[in-house]
């Protein structure tokens, strides 16, 4: 489940230091907050690869981290994203430190990955 991200050139944040250092880059990070759930596996990740290989704009830097198992680098992700309240899977994008875009879960159940995708890549379009 890690591997359909890093294998497509995603980054693991795998602890505080890596989520701090990351988004204290300029440009844009996307970053999955990525679950064992059937929704990550079925419209979360596949929506955002959608997202990433058809958008013309793309951000900059592209990372993930696993809730559950890269449990540091969540605590500290979440930080950064109040005050939405803690969701898996998720996607958000930050822009120069700063969420500008964000999917909670209750927006990724029962969309499709297409609808997904759609979602990100008028993000993209916007801030990247």
């Known amino acids: 489940m890690k591997e359909e991200l890093t294998e497509e050139g995603f ?3 795998l602890n505080a230091g890596e989520v701090t250092d990351q988004l204290q ?4 990070t996307l970053v999955v907050i990525n679950s064992v759930c059937g929704c990550s596996a079925g419209t979360a990740r596949p929506g955002v690869l959608m997202a990433v290989a058809n958008s013309q704009k793309k951000p900059d830097h592209l990372t993930t981290a696993f809730a559950g198992y890269d449990v ?14 803690p969701s898996s899977p998720a996607v958000a994008l930050f822009k120069d ?3 500008v875009h964000f999917i909670e879960r209750h927006q990724i159940e029962g969309r499709s990955a297409q609808m997904i995708a759609h979602n990100l890549i008028a993000a993209f379009d916007q801030y990247c």
Do not use: S
């Open 97 to 99: 430190g700063q969420l």
């Open 72 to 85: 540091e680098a969540v605590k500290k992700l979440r930080e950064h994203l109040l005050p939405y309240p």
């Open 11 to 13: 980054t693991e944040l």
């Open 25 to 28: 880059k300029e440009g844009t």
